[in-house]
């Protein structure tokens, strides 16, 4: 129980940051969901960054190194620190730019304002919170797992599971955005010195350290696969390059663009952000596939960092390093649990009149209680124990990934219209409830529709699903970004009064500068 009460003064802390943001903090909406729009260069980057760590960063990469190899690292690493710099720069900074100017709090605020559209913005809320459940579902599973593993069985995984969950769901309660930001600050920090702390300490216990594992590995024929990408087939390995288009269009994503206090500070996270991509996955991808070697036959590969850990590093040093990887696990876990609630009270609460018969402290204490009640959801589902690197790449990563064109086309292309919107949610619900019910209807092997000898639909060997040979991502991408143009085509445009709102003085070939006055990146 060492490690276990190592962690749990960790908890503490965040616990208390939450009562102390509380008492700094004032009782109005903007304060409590966007901390007044006043966060800083440094403190953004470090919130934004922790924000899309989690348990899938941590533990969900090792445990898929340890069945898949080195290759994992390719998959989402390399083409996150790519993308997602890309999608802050061009999108995210004119979220902020049209959030500061117009009010937005969430990102159906930002279409029903741009759209002139009500029930369809409804249905956009719907489906966006419904697909970043399971992503906060990973968090209270990472929770859990860690505390399971570190203390051998002592605290069940439900317990700890529970204790994450309510911690958590107290740091949001109390202190809303800025007692997220501010545990998202310390959990930067400590999930990446304790990162590199447990890889040199495991690196300087094993047999031989590292080059003795690998080369145990490599003269092995039935692990080599894990030194190269001889398992991860080509069009897969590309697919995954859309995966990362959904960090923009994950609602606590584009709501933390949403609280910087200057566009500047996108500059430093824009430079900053494929380091500390690097300096997260490189580890952890690399541990995974040595544990492989290490430990083979694990039951849950999801485990295999704390297993490691547990191996290589005694008590009160284990429990140091799990508290970081469990700062990751929690670092996105507060702004999801208060995006959605941020969400359900703009988007619905305060459209359909209840700001205006309840005020603004009336609106604050419903977010706090949708808090509650969404983080109890996620628990009770979380006890299934789903897969967490399936569970975040096949629904909530593809989902928000393939609502990307809705975003491109709402700031950029003033043609655009609620219709086509609706066309794009459409088609997203209905891949992924396909694709959920292909996956448990047919076999895994199963060529479901084919031309000639080639698979057109198909599922794979591990019973996921694939379109030529890609992961659905990619058709449902290019069906969104279809659906998008076709519907605004056939449809009537927005008011002029509306374009004019967002692009003043574009012309039909200059659309881009959707609302927002020309500005260098440093300003």
């Known amino acids: ?31 409590f969901f966007l901390a007044s729009r006043s966060i800083g260069s440094i403190v953004f980057f470090l919130s934004l960054f922790a924000t899309n760590m989690t348990a899938f960063a941590i533990l969900g990469s090792s445990g898929q190194a340890y069945k898949q190899g080195i290759g ?39 279409f029903r304002d741009r759209w002139e559209c009500s029930a369809i913005g409804t249905a956009i809320f719907a489906l966006t919170s419904a697909m970043l459940l399971p992503y906060l579902i990973i968090s209270v599973i990472g929770g859990g797992t860690i505390l399971e593993a570190l203390t051998n069985g002592r605290i069940p995984y439900w317990l700890g599971g529970a204790i994450v969950a309510l911690v958590v769901m107290g740091n949001v309660f109390f202190g809303g955005m800025r007692g997220a930001v501010l545990v998202n600050v310390m959990q930067t920090l400590l999930f990446l010195s304790f990162g590199l702390v447990a890889f040199l300490i495991i690196g300087a216990n094993i047999d031989g350290g590292f080059v003795q594992a690998i080369r145990k590995i490599a003269s092995n024929p039935r692990t080599q696969f894990l030194l190269d ?113 941020t969400m359900f009270t703009k988007d ?65 292309w003033k043609r655009s219209t609620k219709y086509g919107a609706l066309a794009a949610t459409l088609w997203v619900a209905a891949c992924i409830v396909a694709q959920a019910l292909l996956e448990n209807h047919y076999t895994a092997g199963s060529r479901i529709w084919q031309a000639g000898d080639v698979p057109l639909l198909a599922i794979s060997k591990v019973g996921k699903l694939t379109a030529w040979n890609c992961m659905p991502v990619v058709p449902m991408i290019l069906g969104s970004a279809l659906a998008v143009v076709l519907g605004s085509l056939l449809t009537a445009a927005p008011s002029k009064a509306t374009i004019t709102r967002y692009f003043p003085g574009a012309t039909a070939g200059e659309p881009v500068t959707a609302g927002v006055r020309k500005r260098s990146f440093a300003e």
């Open 348 to 412: 619905v609460f305060t459209y359909y009149g209840g700001r205006d018969r309840f005020g603004e402290r009336g609106t604050v204490l419903v977010g706090r209680i949708f808090i509650v009640v969404i983080n109890t959801v996620a628990y009770l589902i979380a006890l299934a124990k789903p897969s967490i690197f399936d569970l975040a790449v096949q629904y909530a990563f593809s989902g928000f990934a393939a609502l990307a064109p809705l975003m491109i086309a709402a700031l950029f």
């Open 1 to 31: 129980m060492i490690a276990a009460t190592v962690i749990f003064i960790y908890l503490a802390a965040v616990l208390y940051i939450g009562i102390f943001a509380f008492r700094k903090g004032r009782q109005t909406g903007e304060d």
């Open 72 to 110: 994992v690292y390719g998959l989402m690493a390399s083409s996150s620190g790519i993308v997602i710099p890309l999608t802050l720069f061009f999108i995210g900074t004119r979220l902020w730019a049209l959030g500061k100017r117009f009010g937005h709090m969430t990102q159906v605020q930002f």
């Open 229 to 341: 990408r001889e398992r991860i087939a080509p069009a897969v390995f590309l697919s995954y390059m859309f995966i990362p288009l959904s960090s923009i269009m994950f609602p606590h994503m584009s709501i933390m663009c949403l609280t910087a206090k200057r566009v500047s500070a996108f500059r430093k996270t824009v430079v900053l952000y494929p380091l500390f991509i690097m300096a997260i996955w490189l580890p952890c991808v690399f541990l995974g596939a040595i544990g492989a070697g290490i430990l083979p036959n694990l039951q849950q590969p999801d485990q295999v960092l704390l297993r490691m850990l547990d191996l290589h590093a005694g008590p009160v040093l284990a429990g140091i390093l799990g508290a970081g990887i469990i700062s990751a696990v929690m670092g996105s876990d507060c702004h999801q649990i208060l995006a959605l609630s």
